[in-house]
């Protein structure tokens, strides 16, 4: 099955600085990427759509200058999290979009404390 | 608009049978999906129906009504590792996923 990877697993950071979460798609190709936030007992929100090569539509309520998403290349796609703060810890998860437009391939999360 | 609705939590004990229903209302539909997330852990995949009807795999079975705007994932011989949440969501006419805030499964001996 198709496999996707995210680095870090856990991040701690203090406040005020910058973190970088990668998503990588090992064994396909994925032309979109979803950044979705998980706060504790809650559902899954999601922050943004990337496209390859293109720039990532934001949900209503994410801040685009604070949550910087790039998508380089069809099995790449980083979220920096910048000047971060407490209110930003949360789990962050990824997936990507194989050829078919239903299936949807996600990544095992990243834990961002921000202290 | 769109919306998605199922039970916080359940209870059920070993080796039973628990059925967790998800109704949802959009104009807009491409498919019905069910995923499993145990507690740190991203969301697995566990079904899709698109079509009417019930779709079985192992333990597990999932049905949807479309007409109705209903689905429902049957666990059959549950195992205390099927302790988790289980996540509803529905795929829109853009081919986004909506979920539903998910239903806390526990399981007891």
Redesign the interface.
């Known amino acids: 099955g198709a496999v996707v990877s995210q680095h870090p697993s856990r991040v701690i950071c203090k406040s005020g600085t910058s973190v970088k979460i990668e998503c990588r798609s090992l064994d396909f190709q994925a032309t979109t990427m979803?950044w979705y936030r998980q706060f504790p007992k809650?559902?899954?929100?999601?922050m943004a759509?990337s496209n390859e090569g293109s720039k990532a539509t934001y949900e209503q309520g994410v801040e685009k200058d604070k949550f910087l998403i790039n998508h380089a290349s069809l099995t790449l796609s980083t979220l920096t999290v910048t000047s971060a703060h407490p209110e930003d810890s949360s789990?962050y998860?990824c997936s990507a979009?194989g050829d078919r437009?239903?299936e949807?391939?996600?990544?095992?999360?990243t834990?961002l404390t921000v202290l | 608009g769109q919306n998605i609705d199922q039970p916080t939590e359940m209870t059920a004990t070993e080796g039973a049978i628990v059925q967790i229903n998800c109704t949802y209302q959009t104009s807009g539909f491409n498919g019905l999906f069910w995923y499993q997330q145990h507690a740190g852990e991203a969301p697995t995949f566990l079904s899709y129906n698109v079509l009417d009807g019930l779709e079985e795999k192992g333990r597990f079975s999932s049905f949807l009504s479309r007409s109705k705007g209903y689905s429902y994932l049957l666990l059959k011989e549950l195992q205390m590792k099927d302790s988790a949440s289980y996540l509803c969501a529905f795929m829109d006419s853009n081919y986004q996923l909506i979920w539903g805030a998910g239903t806390k499964l526990i399981i007891k001996p």
Request: proline share 5%; aromatic share 26%; hydrophobic share 40%.
């Open positions: 979803f809650q559902s899954l929100m999601l759509t789990f998860i979009r437009e239903y949807q391939f996600f990544g095992p999360g834990r």
